[in-house]
């Protein structure tokens, strides 16, 4: 799959600018504030149907500016593709393939897989389970709809039961018969999700763990571990049990909702006892592990963006990187970096076409 040319039209700080891109890396340098990983999120964009680094939409639009545009010509599997993003203010968002409006975002997801890398990731180590969630649901949904129409239908299930322990405990009532059929639904919706979320890093760790070798040189030793309520007990019967807890916090404790994963170097958490090199080594590992199942699930190389990709990596790590992605295994690449010079250095190494742009 390849994005063939890209436009923005009042998209963050381009008020116009076009892209016409090489089938295999392309290279966005500039200064710092100048938009390089503006241009990686558009192409997130498309892909996802919302920005990777600002969740509130309407701050995407240029300011000043009542709306903005994203237009993406994409090239798959011998068809064209034709994507296009845009978003009003005081409007809906708007996405179209091929001219016809999707009624559910949903439908939209896993048609143009991408991995994004970025200095953002780090969240994923350093913030809350909610994060580290995201990441394992973002993986299976690009490859499994029935996955995502669970996790939407959990949600909003959780999110009706909340509600009704709120309600109990202002009104100073309670009735089990309206816990037990939330119960059910939340049990046959989340025991499905964990089920798929088990045999997913089943299969990822190792993976992600042969992925950090390459990057450290088998130097050091890294555990992915997924923690869920679900290994000591069925969901219902932990949702029975811990009643009175969420009559008293109003909201429900236990759950897929509660699923964490553990991220370890040489058996200690890696957020307290990893270097920054080490930490950046085990998220780029982690993402080139989700390129690896995205691709073996849908057949289609996904689009990898590499966004401020040397920070905080000696040449080393970099090279042993660079290394990977000089494989054939890859398809298109996007790197952005402030330095044009150290970026062609590295990327005449990889022995493959590239365009660089200048901000």
Do not use: W
């Amino acid at each position: 799959m390849i994005l063939k040319s890209l436009s923005l039209l009042n998209y963050k700080n381009f008020d116009s600018k076009s892209f016409v891109f090489n089938d295999k890396i392309n290279c966005i340098v500039g200064n710092n504030g100048i938009g390089k990983t503006n241009v990686l999120d558009a192409i997130y964009h498309l892909s996802f149907g919302k920005s990777y680094f600002n969740p509130v939409a309407t701050q995407n639009i240029k300011h000043d500016e009542d709306f903005f545009v994203i237009n993406g010509d994409y090239h798959k599997n011998d068809n064209t593709e034709k994507i296009v993003v845009s978003l009003k203010r005081g409007q809906k968002k708007v996405i179209k393939r091929n001219g016809k409006i999707y009624d559910k975002f949903s439908d939209h997801i896993g048609l143009l897989p991408l991995v994004i890398i970025s200095p953002t990731d780090r969240d994923l180590i350093i913030e809350g389970s909610d994060t580290r969630r995201k990441f394992i649901d973002s993986v299976i949904s690009q490859s499994d709809k029935n996955y995502l129409s669970d996790l939407i239908k959990y949600t909003k299930v959780l999110a009706q039961r909340n509600a009704l322990l709120k309600y109990f405990a202002l009104n100073h009532t309670f009735n089990a018969d309206t816990i037990d059929i939330y119960n059910n639904q939340l049990t046959d919706y989340g025991t499905r999700i964990f089920e798929k979320r088990a045999a997913f890093l089943k299969a990822f760790i190792p993976v992600f763990k042969s992925r950090y070798k390459v990057i450290s040189n088998d130097k050091e030793f890294v555990e992915l571990v997924y923690e869920s309520d679900l290994f000591d007990n069925d969901l219902n019967t932990l949702l029975q049990n811990n009643i009175n807890k969420d009559k008293a916090l109003q909201y429900t404790n236990v759950g897929i909702h509660k699923d964490d994963l553990s991220f370890n170097i040489k058996e200690h958490p890696i957020k307290k006892f990893g270097s920054q090199g080490q930490q950046k080594s085990f998220l780029i590992a982690l993402k080139l592990a989700q390129f690896d199942f995205i691709k073996a699930q849908s057949g289609v190389n996904p689009i990898l963006l590499l966004d401020d990709i040397f920070d905080k990596l000696d040449e080393n790590r970099v090279a042993q990187i660079i290394k990977l992605v000089n494989d054939e295994h890859f398809g298109q690449l996007f790197i952005s970096d402030t330095h044009a010079e150290r970026t062609e250095d590295v990327i005449k190494q990889v022995h493959q076409s590239y365009e660089m742009f200048r901000l």
